[in-house]
């Protein structure tokens, strides 16, 4: 058996499976008994747990907890809002759309790991939402709408699915003859990197007009190891960038150390820090968030200038309109009819021409 469904066939989703990688705490088991959510992660993501830390920046993301019943912030029917789907416009419940030329394709909810502060939870986690993924339905939709130029292949996780599906997908859309672009958003590389197989590769593999991108999610350089690297270099031989969407989440990405030290290892294993993402307000995740001004900051103060430009998300918020930076112009700070001030991460000053129209 391949090691990938190996990893699924001993999924550690129950508290027995649970207690050979980690010492769980009152609360955690609380949680897993009372909480009846989806909770699971593979064998391998489990075994880069602190066993005696509650606190392990995985352990925090992966294992539920009490905190999820608190919702102060959350907007109740948030992937319905958030994704359109209560809009005068029929799409099948695969397609969602915040754009004109670009949809995100559901093809499943079901993942490798299932994280806490997943948007999707009411979908993934919570399973308080039911939607019907039928993939021919998206197809056919998709192949109606020639103003569709990019299509993101989103779930759950669709590194999943078996190959055989996945090469499915990849033909039928590249079939299509007004698309552009096809993105998989997935954490295979990052919670089960051994999915990355050669059967995978060679189905990713082949030149076409229609390119493959593949966007990871990472959130702590804690789940960088070298499988991860190898499992990236190999998606790099395919002709696939490899970028990263993270997650600014508090308590485990939003101190200084922790988020300069996961962007300079997101580079070390070749993949490139796309954005960072404001924790949205799906109900349950209060606890991940930090205040909005949070992330900018810390890319001023811990990435601008001391690590490359390679390195630099862009911060924003996803939102039913699409995505909305929330970087603040910390650098201009004075304009004149004749210069504009700037200022660098170090508070160094200098000016260059204010050019009329």
């Given at each position: 058996?391949?090691?990938w469904?190996?990893?699924?066939?001993?999924?550690?989703?129950?508290?027995?499976?649970?207690?050979?990688?980690i010492?769980?705490?009152?609360?955690?088991?609380?949680?897993?008994?009372?909480?009846?959510?989806?909770?699971?992660?593979?064998?391998?993501?489990?075994?880069?747990?602190?066993?005696?830390?509650?606190?392990?920046?995985?352990?925090?993301?992966?294992?539920?907890?009490?905190?999820?019943?608190?919702?102060?912030?959350g907007i109740?029917n948030?992937l319905?809002?958030?994704?359109?789907?209560?809009?005068?416009?029929?799409?099948?419940?695969?397609i969602a759309?915040?754009?004109?030329?670009r949809v995100?394709?559901?093809?499943?909810?079901?993942?490798?790991?299932?994280?806490?502060?997943?948007?999707?939870?009411?979908?993934?986690?919570?399973?308080?939402?039911?939607?019907?993924?039928?993939?021919?339905?998206?197809?056919?939709?998709?192949?109606?709408?020639?103003?569709?130029?990019?299509?993101?292949?989103?779930?759950?996780?669709?590194?999943?699915?078996?190959?055989?599906?996945?090469?499915y997908?990849?033909?039928?859309?590249?079939?299509?003859?007004?698309?552009?672009?096809?993105?998989?958003?997935?954490?295979?590389?990052?919670?089960?990197?051994?999915?990355?197989t050669?059967?995978?590769?060679?189905?990713?593999?082949?030149y076409?007009?229609?390119?493959?991108?593949?966007?990871?999610?990472?959130?702590?350089?804690?789940?960088?190891?070298?499988?991860?690297?190898?499992?990236?270099?190999?998606l790099?031989?395919?002709?696939?960038?490899?970028?990263?969407?993270?997650?600014?989440?508090?308590?485990?990405?939003?101190?200084?150390?922790?988020?300069?030290?996961?962007?300079?290892?997101?580079?070390?294993?070749?993949?490139?820090?796309?954005?960072?993402?404001?924790?949205?307000?799906?109900?349950?995740?209060?606890?991940?968030?930090?205040?909005v001004?949070?992330?900018?900051?810390?890319?001023?103060?811990?990435?601008?200038?001391?690590?490359?430009?390679?390195?630099?998300?862009?911060?924003?918020?996803?939102?039913?309109?699409?995505?909305?930076?929330?970087?603040?112009?910390?650098?201009?700070?004075?304009?004149?009819?004749t210069?504009?001030?700037?200022?660098?991460?170090?508070?160094?000053?200098?000016?260059?021409?204010?050019?009329?129209?």
């Open positions: 058996m391949e090691q469904k190996d990893q699924l066939n001993n999924f550690v989703n129950t508290l027995d499976r649970l207690k050979k990688y010492n769980v705490t009152s609360e955690e088991e609380q949680a897993i008994n009372e909480l009846g959510t989806v909770w699971g992660l593979t064998p391998y993501f489990a075994s880069l747990m602190d066993r005696d830390d509650p606190n392990c920046p995985i352990r925090k993301q992966m294992i539920p907890s009490m905190k999820e019943t608190e919702n102060k912030y109740e948030y319905i809002w958030k994704e359109n789907r209560a809009t005068e416009e029929k799409r099948p419940d695969s759309r915040q754009y004109h030329d995100a394709f559901t093809v499943t909810e079901k993942c490798c790991t299932y994280c806490r502060h997943c948007f999707r939870r009411e979908l993934v986690v919570d399973r308080s939402i039911s939607l019907r993924f039928d993939v021919n339905e998206g197809l056919e939709w998709i192949k109606q709408h020639p103003e569709i130029r990019d299509v993101l292949v989103t779930g759950g996780d669709p590194f999943i699915l078996p190959d055989d599906q996945i090469e997908l990849v033909r039928k859309l590249r079939e299509i003859k007004h698309l552009e672009m096809i993105r998989f958003h997935t954490r295979a590389p990052i919670n089960m990197p051994m999915r990355i050669p059967a995978l590769m060679k189905i990713l593999r082949p076409h007009k229609i390119p493959i991108f593949i966007n990871v999610q990472c959130n702590h350089a804690n789940e960088i190891t070298e499988q991860t690297a190898k499992a990236v270099y190999d790099l031989t395919c002709g696939i960038c490899v970028g990263n969407q993270g997650v600014l989440l508090k308590g485990i990405n939003d101190d200084k150390k922790s988020f300069q030290e996961l962007h300079l290892k997101l580079l070390s294993v070749r993949i490139r820090p796309y954005y960072i993402f404001y924790c949205e307000p799906a109900p349950g995740v209060d606890h991940f968030r930090t205040p001004e949070k992330g900018a900051e810390l890319i001023r103060d811990c990435i601008r200038g001391t690590v490359s430009g390679l390195a630099q998300p862009m911060y924003v918020i996803a939102t039913n309109i699409g995505k909305i930076p929330l970087m603040p112009d910390y650098y201009i700070i004075g304009k004149s009819e210069e504009y001030k700037l200022r660098n991460y170090k508070g160094e000053l200098t000016t260059i021409p204010n050019i009329p129209e």
